[in-house]
């Protein structure tokens, strides 16, 4: 059992990397890491996505971990997916989740076509963990209208090309122009990364 480590978590190199050091995590990650660390991210996006949502449901929380997001959920029905199985374990006592998927991100999502009418994230889209190569299997799992609010920082926005492929699916017809909101990630706490903010993509499917 070890407690969350944030550079340790920019360090993550692919989906083994991710899987093997979330599930040493996920015991102490809501105290060491949600409450030690002031994380108010997914309190944040969380209230992005409820205010902007109509006919948005089931959601999907990809990367959901232990149910940070969807715990602000809860006028919805929210599906979790997370490559690491300790992580859905503890969601799982919380009962926050419809459906608690075990996958990966980077890979075919093994779900029909269209099940979706939201999509949320928070700490997911970040260093060494999911880029925009996630974005066409997302779209093909929800159905037209379907809304997206999806945490990043700038530096993963900027160094992982999330601009120009975003910026391709607007100009395919893919998706609506991309709104962009600021927030912090954490509130409240000591730590060298107190002052990081968050960049959230707000968008929705054609």
Same mark, same amino acid.
């Given at each position: 059992?070890q407690d969350?480590?944030?550079?340790?978590?920019?360090e993550?190199h692919? &989906?083994?990397?991710?899987r093997?050091l979330?599930?040493? +995590?996920?015991?102490?990650?809501?105290?060491?890491?949600g409450?030690? +660390?002031?994380?108010v991210? !997914?309190?944040e996006?969380?209230?992005?996505?409820?205010?902007?949502?109509?006919?948005? =449901? @089931?959601?999907l929380?990809?990367g959901?971990g232990?149910?940070?997001?969807?715990a602000?959920?809860?006028a919805?029905?929210?599906?979790?997916?997370?490559?690491?199985?300790?992580?859905?374990?503890?969601?799982e006592r919380?009962?926050?989740?419809? #459906?608690?998927?075990?996958?990966?991100l980077? #890979? &075919?999502? =093994?779900? &029909?076509d269209?099940?979706?009418?939201g999509?949320i994230?928070?700490?997911?889209f970040?260093?060494g963990h999911?880029g925009?190569?996630?974005l @066409?299997?997302l779209?093909?799992?929800t159905? !037209?209208g379907a809304?997206f609010?999806?945490?990043?920082? @700038?530096?993963?926005?900027?160094?992982?090309g999330?601009?120009?492929?975003?910026?391709l699916?607007v100009? =395919?017809?893919?998706i609506t122009p991309?709104?962009?909101?600021?927030? !912090?990630?954490?509130?409240?706490?000591?730590h060298?990364?107190?002052?990081?903010r968050g960049l959230?993509?707000?968008? #929705?499917? #054609?």
């Amino acid at each position: 059992m070890q407690d969350y480590d944030l550079d340790r978590a920019y360090e993550i190199h692919g &989906p083994d990397d991710a899987r093997t050091l979330y599930d040493a +995590w996920a015991e102490t990650y809501d105290a060491s890491f949600g409450a030690g +660390w002031g994380y108010v991210a !997914p309190r944040e996006i969380a209230a992005l996505f409820a205010a902007e949502a109509s006919e948005n =449901q @089931p959601v999907l929380d990809i990367g959901a971990g232990t149910g940070l997001v969807a715990a602000h959920l809860d006028a919805f029905t929210v599906d979790g997916i997370d490559i690491a199985p300790e992580m859905l374990a503890i969601a799982e006592r919380k009962g926050l989740y419809r #459906r608690r998927i075990l996958g990966d991100l980077t #890979r &075919p999502l =093994q779900m &029909p076509d269209g099940v979706y009418g939201g999509v949320i994230s928070s700490g997911t889209f970040t260093h060494g963990h999911v880029g925009p190569e996630a974005l @066409p299997e997302l779209l093909r799992v929800t159905r !037209p209208g379907a809304l997206f609010v999806c945490g990043t920082i @700038p530096s993963v926005y900027d160094g992982m090309g999330f601009g120009s492929a975003l910026a391709l699916l607007v100009a =395919q017809g893919r998706i609506t122009p991309v709104d962009f909101r600021d927030i !912090p990630i954490y509130e409240g706490a000591d730590h060298p990364h107190r002052a990081d903010r968050g960049l959230v993509m707000l968008f #929705r499917r #054609r």
